[in-house]
T-cell receptor
């Protein structure tokens, strides 16, 4: 079945460091790919998405590119801030809106 | 526009008790779903609905019932609570069932079964 594998956490970085969180997927067909973020005590909210190969999703300085050849959707940010501390989830959808999530990566940014 | 609302925020149940987790959305979304979040496992789909009167099972449906009598509401019922159902439960909604659409999540209900 469909699955998503994320980089194990937790990840701790200093402010202004470069961030990469790896995400790879297995799916039949052509999934849409998402990154959701969960701030402490809150529900998930969409960070960015890409719906076809080579698309780049971007938001709030975060970027991820849909790579069909490597079945990956890695999340990157050039300079992280303390306010980026959260749990990040990679997810896919192959129609019918059923999201399949990775296990989540907890990110802590120290000032 | 309140988005997706869930009640209660916290709940403690004893094994064998039943309860209903409430979910409502005011965005006129056709698609609604329930997920549970467990440490190290991400979110897993319990049940979903593509419109009023239509529901289907997700990945982990056992022990849960749903119904969708209106577009706005999608309650999740625990029939006989078990400690394995201790989790954080999220309701989500989306404009349409087609893939690629953003899903909007509620704030969650933290359930403990003793």
């Amino acid at each position: 079945g469909d699955s998503v594998t994320q980089m194990e956490g937790p990840v701790t970085l200093s402010e202004e460091a470069f961030l990469t969180i790896n995400c790879t997927y297995t799916a039949t067909g052509y999934p849409s790919l998402f990154w959701y973020v969960q701030y402490p005590g809150e529900g998930l909210q969409l960070l960015l998405k890409a719906t076809k190969a080579d698309d780049k999703g971007s938001n709030k300085g975060f970027e991820a590119t849909y790579r069909k050849e490597t079945t990956s959707f890695h999340l990157e940010k050039g300079s992280v801030q303390v306010s980026d501390s959260a749990v990040y989830f990679c997810a896919l959808s192959t129609g019918a809106q059923k999201l399949v999530f990775g296990q989540g990566t907890r990110l802590t940014i120290n000032p | 526009n309140a988005g997706v609302t869930q009640t209660p925020k916290f709940q403690v149940l004893k094994t064998g008790q039943s309860m209903t987790l409430q979910c409502a959305q005011d965005m006129n979304h056709e698609y609604m779903s329930w997920y549970r979040q467990d440490p190290g496992m991400g979110l897993r789909l319990i049940h979903y609905s593509v419109g009023a009167g239509i529901t289907d099972q997700g990945e982990v449906p056992n022990g849960y019932n749903v119904s969708r009598s209106t577009t706005e509401d999608f309650p999740l019922r625990l029939l006989s609570a078990a400690p394995s159902q201790t989790s954080v439960y999220f309701c989500a909604s989306s404009y349409s069932p087609s893939g690629g659409r953003e899903q909007y999540f509620g704030p969650g209900t933290r359930l403990t079964v003793t």
